[in-house]
């Protein structure tokens, strides 16, 4: 039972011992009297004390009832939640959006969470002092602001105001969930005595909440488990919604930027989508798109809207070598943003990209001393030096590695290692190499050219967890060899040759293989860039395992086996067009997707390059954020921004853009039917919401009360009661009802006597 | 010497009686003649013997007898505010003594012997009859005694008095009589049976006859009845039932053997309580004297 003022009530009921001790008090009090005529006064007792028990009793109860039914009135107790008495406390469950979604401007200027927040404060007013409230912010992951219920609700409202939109996407199902934890926990302390209100506070538009995505009957649940009477409570769905332009994508062609001479720094491509949402769609209207890469000139497009378009992209060349305010240690923040709409939240996008001056390419290799006259006597080292740099202003270095001196600080010097010499490389060596691959660099295998077995596949599957399986011998594919064909995935939107994803089937078409060392089974993730005509694949790529066996693909890094060696006795492929494209593109568009991108969506944990202890903000809300030791942020980000992560030592190791949730952005409305179902089913079967005036928050909150003004019926209870008291003393003293005469009087006067006749 | 009252035995003294027939033994010198000579048949002549009053007085000294509700002051007639002991009360057994010593000195300034015993339980002390001159003096002495906390026991103090008399005598009985009716009644029975009178002379208090209590408090019982928590008020109507029921008992008793029953209240002073005594034996004197 919980009281308004606990100590008030607690001494009222003290009190019900008063007329106990005073009874107490006044029988020690009393001096006894020496008495005569006792067997009369025994008789009398006897014959009377049933009767003056029970008078007793009824006194020393009507007298305990006045003070406790004083007590109850006076401390108000809550008790009608269970069921007692009626009129008890309340706990409300504020669930308010100030997800990205909330961030609508509406027609009159005021921003949809400035309205939740009055709505917010509308039902606090609502509320006793014997109520309770919690605040739970719906922008995603939905994040306890007040986790215990507190009766401060002024602090309440102060932290009400003090809440600001989100650019994540709002989080009704985790907002719901926390709020039937926190019931749960604190149906332990007071289960089934007060009533529970979740309210949600939300416009509901289809970015607030996906209707078509059930949400679970946790509140049902818990009402079955702790008996709490639980109501769901939510905001009018807005009707109307509002048209809002998203810019939902930004990107490179290139991932890396190689700013070297012969690079294509000076005009990198930026594609821009951007979609419409809510009344914006059914209209003409035209938006600017500015893309802007660090310091450099925006570069500006417009994009015209047909009627019913809801999507567009766009492509900017924009110089991204950096060198402005958002270059950093290998990257450049690209930003994207449009007009001022009624989100302003997702007008802006932004990634990041590598930008390197030359990449470094380890060739793993035994060296081999002296010239080469003859293209027959070239091995693999030879050709794929070639190709990686067939002139001089290429932006890409080889380092040539002996397979016995692989270390750290080698693998650590370049961006690339091709291994091309397999059987040579030491267990410690496949070790490091699968550190390499999954700290993001790209690991391109092949065949020993030299070799007729190989063992090595099993080695390296291992270091780099992958759960491929290679033939061990050389396969021979006849005098006049196998021709090649494109993968299935080598030449699409983004697959790895996607840049030559056009002229690929001319540039395979001549190549012939000799030999390989076929691929028996590719393993989970891996992908056919590039296969013999007879369907077997001869290129393939896919993410090495994590270090933990079993558990999955490592978030970053590029594992590329070629099963062929490219030297002309295994396959003409050096001698061919293709090669040189080939390499130049598992290079650079495998580095790309090795490193993996910087760019985050609100509303999940981010990621930082190796090494990173903390990102420190660069462009946007926040402050520093720690990471932990996978280079992750401990915590969900919910602001969108560009941040600089830097290591223990302060040195920068790369940048960090988070961006808005563009789907938590659709300002399109809702049904409210369908948003009512969607949210009944946080009820279970049978539940039902009720509406909340947003012109009289409190209404809704006060018309769940069941409570009746026990107080002063209680005052009048124990005033009746207190008469009732009084009549019965009066009564039971027998004060005055009878005259005094003494008993001599009574039979004939005080000298009665006589003889028998 | 010749008393003012009424002997309880016929004899040949010099107030005739009555006649009887007369049976081979009697002593001739009482025959009438002169009924001989008118209707020839022998006659005895009786006459009625005047004698001396034996009056014992039994006064109880139990427990019961020692409670009171009346000042000293207001019902010694002295001045003074306390009894000689140092009490501020006049109880029951205060004026229980002081009826015996009127009763007695009245019996011996009418030539009467005078017996006085105190009793309890049992009989405490007795001063044997006398008329002889210091007899008060010697009842009063036997009076100056207090109450004990014993109850009372009738029947063995009758007892013990019968054993001590031999002869017909008046026996005062002063107490509350606050014991078994019945035992009461079977005590006077014996007395009735051996041709004594008796005078019961029940002594209550004014409070007890009102049981005018306002306050509550424990009742403590002098005779070791106990203590019993109870509102007065509250049981007052039961207890004046009780009360009225035994006196209207006890009253009952004396009457059914013939004896006389005296309700004395220790609040009222004894002159009108003796003499209105003293006007109902005169008149059952004379009464039996016409008759």
């Known amino acids: 039972m919980t009281f308004l003022h606990a100590g008030l009530a607690a001494a009222g009921l003290a009190c019900v011992s008063i007329p106990i001790i005073i009874h107490l008090l006044l029988r020690r009090r009393r001096r006894p009297i020496e008495w005569a005529a006792m067997r009369f006064v025994i008789e009398a007792y006897k014959r009377q004390r049933n009767k003056l028990r029970l008078q007793h009793l009824i006194l020393l109860v009507a007298r305990c009832l006045v003070v406790a039914l004083l007590a109850l009135a006076l401390g108000r107790p809550v008790l009608e939640a269970a069921g007692v008495l009626g009129g008890g406390g309340r706990d409300v469950y504020l669930l308010i959006d100030n997800g990205i979604a909330s961030g609508v401007r509406g027609g009159d200027g005021v921003i949809a969470l400035d309205r939740h927040k009055e709505v917010a404060k509308g039902v606090l007013g609502a509320l006793s002092g014997t109520d309770r409230a919690s605040v739970i912010g719906l922008g995603g992951s939905a994040e306890v602001i007040v986790g215990s219920p507190s009766s401060d609700l002024d602090a309440i409202a102060r932290v009400v105001d003090g809440m600001g939109a989100t650019d994540s996407r709002t989080d009704v199902r985790g907002g719901i969930a926390h709020a039937a934890n926190i019931i749960a926990r604190e149906g332990a302390d007071a289960r089934g005595s007060r009533r529970v209100d979740v309210v949600v506070v939300s416009d509901f538009l289809e970015g607030s909440g996906d209707a078509a995505r059930a949400l679970s009957a946790s509140l049902a649940e818990l009402s079955a488990e702790t008996g709490a009477a639980v109501r769901l409570l939510a905001t009018r769905v807005s009707g109307e919604g509002a048209g809002n332009v998203q810019v939902i994508d930004v990107r490179t062609v290139n991932p890396v930027v190689l700013t070297g001479s012969g690079g294509v720094s000076k005009g990198e491509v930026v594609r821009v989508g951007l979609r419409r949402t809510g009344r914006a769609v059914g209209e003409e209207m035209t938006s600017t798109v500015r893309v802007r890469s660090g310091g450099s000139v925006a570069q500006t497009t417009r994009v015209r809207w047909r009627a019913g378009q809801a999507e567009a992209v766009v492509s900017l060349a924009v110089d991204a070598s950096g060198g402005g305010d958002g270059s950093s240690h290998g990257g450049q923040v690209i930003e994207a943003r449009i007009d001022r709409d009624a989100l302003d939240a997702d007008n802006v996008f932004r990634m990041v990209v590598g930008v390197r001056e030359a990449l470094r390419v380890g060739v793993i290799a035994r060296r081999r001393f002296g010239g080469f006259g003859r293209a027959d006597e070239m091995g693999a080292a030879e050709w794929l030096a070639l190709a990686l740099r067939p002139s001089e202003g290429e932006p890409i270095d080889t380092v040539e590695i002996e397979p016995a001196g692989i270390d750290g600080p080698t693998l650590a010097s370049v961006d690339v290692v091709f291994v091309a010499a397999g059987h040579l490389v030491s267990e410690e060596g496949w070790r490091l190499i699968g550190r390499f691959a999954r700290g993001g660099g790209l690991v391109v295998l092949m065949p020993s050219a030299g070799e007729r077995v190989h063992q090595w596949p099993d080695a390296a599957?291992?270091?780099?967890?992958?759960?491929?399986?290679?033939?061990?011998?050389?396969?021979?594919?006849?005098?006049?060899?196998?021709?090649?064909?494109?993968?299935?995935?080598?030449?699409?939107?983004?697959?790895?040759?996607?840049?030559?994803?056009?002229?690929?089937?001319?540039?395979?078409?001549?190549?012939?293989?000799?030999?390989?060392?076929?691929?028996?089974?590719?393993?989970t993730g891996f992908d056919a860039v590039i296969s013999l005509q007879d369907g077997r694949p001869w290129v393939i790529a896919g993410a090495p395992g994590t270090e933990q066996e079993g558990e999955g693909a490592s978030e970053r890094g590029l594992v590329v086996y070629m099963a062929s060696a490219p030297v002309l006795s295994w396959t003409d492929l050096p001698a061919r067009p293709l090669m040189v494209p080939l390499v130049q593109e598992i290079v650079r568009r495998g580095y790309g997707v090795a490193a993996g991108s910087w760019s985050f969506i609100a509303g999940g944990t981010v990621s930082a390059p190796v090494r990173s202890t903390r990102l420190e903000v660069v462009e946007g809300g926040g402050g520093s954020i720690g990471l932990n030791a996978d280079g992750v942020t401990s915590g969900v980000v919910r602001g969108g921004g560009v941040w600089r992560a830097v290591d223990a030592s302060g040195r920068e190791r790369g940048l960090v853009a988070v961006n808005p949730d563009a789907d938590g952005g659709k300002t399109g409305a809702q049904a409210e039917s369908v948003v009512e179902a969607w949210l009944a089913g946080a009820l279970g079967e049978g539940g039902s919401v009720e509406w909340i005036d947003a012109q009289d928050p409190g209404a809704a909150v006060r018309s769940g009360e069941a409570r009746t003004p026990w107080s002063r019926p209680l005052l009048i209870a124990a005033l009746v009661l207190a008469l009732l008291e009084t009549g019965f003393a009066r009564w039971f003293s027998y004060g005055g009802r009878e005259e005094v005469v003494p008993v001599g009087d009574v039979l004939g006067g005080v000298v009665a006597g006589g003889r028998a006749a | 010497m010749s008393g003012m009252h009424r002997s309880p035995h016929y004899g040949f003294s010099v107030e005739f009686a009555q006649h009887r027939p007369y049976v081979a033994g009697d002593d001739i010198r009482h025959l009438d003649w002169k009924v001989y000579g008118r209707s020839d048949k022998l006659h005895l002549k009786q006459y009625e013997q005047e004698t001396n009053l034996d009056l014992v007085l039994l006064v109880d000294s139990s427990g019961s007898m020692a409670y009171g509700s009346r000042l000293f002051s207001d019902a010694s007639g002295t001045g003074r505010a306390t009894s000689p002991d140092g009490r501020g009360e006049w109880r029951k057994f205060d004026h229980a003594t002081a009826v015996t010593a009127a009763l007695s000195y009245m019996a011996l300034r009418q030539g009467d012997r005078v017996g006085v015993g105190v009793f309890a339980d049992e009989l405490r002390t007795m001063v044997a009859r006398s008329s002889a001159q210091g007899q008060w003096r010697r009842v009063v002495n036997g009076l100056a005694t207090h109450p004990v906390d014993q109850g009372t026991d009738i029947g063995r103090v009758v007892d013990q008095v019968l054993a001590k008399l031999n002869n017909r005598c008046l026996i005062g009985i002063i107490s509350d009589f606050y014991e078994d009716p019945e035992r009461l009644r079977t005590a006077l029975a014996r007395i009735k049976h051996r041709r004594h009178d008796v005078i019961l002379c029940q002594v209550v208090d004014r409070l007890e006859q009102t049981f005018d209590f306002q306050d509550m408090a424990p009742f403590d019982g002098m005779e070791g009845e106990g203590r019993v928590r109870v509102d007065p008020r509250a049981i007052r109507g039961a207890y004046l039932e009780a009360f009225r029921a035994h006196i209207d008992r006890v009253h009952k008793i004396a009457r059914g053997f013939g004896f006389d029953y005296q309700l004395v209240s220790t609040h009222e002073w004894l002159g009108p309580t003796l003499a209105a005594f003293i006007a109902k034996r005169q008149n059952i004197l004379k009464r039996s004297k016409v008759g």
């Open chain 1, 461 to 523: 599957a291992d270091a780099l967890g992958l759960d491929w399986e290679v033939a061990r011998e050389v396969e021979e594919l006849g005098d006049g060899g196998v021709r090649l064909a494109p993968g299935d995935d080598g030449s699409g939107g983004d697959g790895l040759l996607s840049q030559i994803g056009a002229e690929l089937g001319d540039l395979v078409k001549p190549v012939r293989v000799n030999r390989m060392v076929g691929v028996v089974r590719m393993g």
